[in-house]
């Protein structure tokens, strides 16, 4: 499956902003997704995770009540919406596929397909 993330832009501290990511060449609807972050010079991080029916959805403590991760498997897009921005939100956005069940940990080799990343800037 290839994954397109899309999205990204220029915010200010407080914005709101919608990032999308779309499947070609397989549909979504068979594996959980997740958005993942990096930030320059930092180590790739777990945002959020939504399992293939929407039925279990999981977010890092730093994004917890502000983001939202939801998917559309009709469209093949899994969405992360995102308010009240902060500085520190500010990074490139992976979207995720995978196959594997939650185990208690997020983890990066949980993930068979990545998309190429979008970047959010968030200026104070």
């Known amino acids: 499956v290839q994954l397109q993330a899309s999205g990204g832009g220029l915010m200010q501290a407080g914005d709101s902003l919608r990032l999308s990511c779309t499947a070609s060449?397989?549909?979504?609807?068979?594996?959980?997704m997740g958005w993942w972050r990096q930030a320059p010079g930092k180590d790739r991080q777990f945002v959020s995770r939504?399992?293939?029916?929407?039925?279990?959805?999981y977010y890092a403590n730093s994004v917890k009540g502000r983001f939202t991760i939801s998917r559309d498997n009709a469209k093949n897009t899994v969405y992360l919406q995102m308010t009240s921005l902060k500085p520190e939100d500010t990074a490139v956005y992976y979207c995720?596929?995978?196959?594997?069940?939650?185990?208690?940990?997020?983890?990066?080799?949980?993930?068979?397909?990545w998309g190429q990343g979008t970047q959010v800037t968030v200026s104070s």
């Open positions: 995720a596929a995978s196959t594997k069940y939650y185990t208690g940990t997020h983890n990066l080799r949980d993930y068979e397909y």
């Open positions: 939504i399992t293939w029916d929407s039925e279990n959805t």
């Open positions: 060449g397989d549909t979504l609807s068979t594996y959980n």
